[in-house]
């Protein structure tokens, strides 16, 4: 017997069985805590330029209202 493919095909599976084990874990995370990064990052750019819009439209408090001279009395 071959010892030296032994270790090499044993170390190959171990190397398969840790990353399944790993991508097994990845998946539960992201059913456990929710969203993925993808949507995280669409959410905060959508986020943003809601925000940049809501800026564009916002009207100043001095802008629109009448002057007005002080009283004098």
């Not at 959508?46 to 800026?55: A, I, S, T, W």
Request: no cysteine; charged share 55%; aromatic share 4%.
């Amino acid at each position: 017997m071959n010892f030296t493919s032994f270790r090499k095909t044993r170390r190959e599976e171990e190397k398969r069985t840790a990353k399944k084990r790993k991508d097994d874990l990845a998946a539960a995370n992201r059913v456990k805590f929710g969203r993925t990064g993808a949507e995280k990052k669409r959410k905060k750019l959508e986020d943003e330029r809601r925000r940049r819009e809501l800026e564009g439209k916002e009207m100043d408090a001095g802008k629109n209202e009448p002057s007005r001279a002080p009283d004098q009395d």
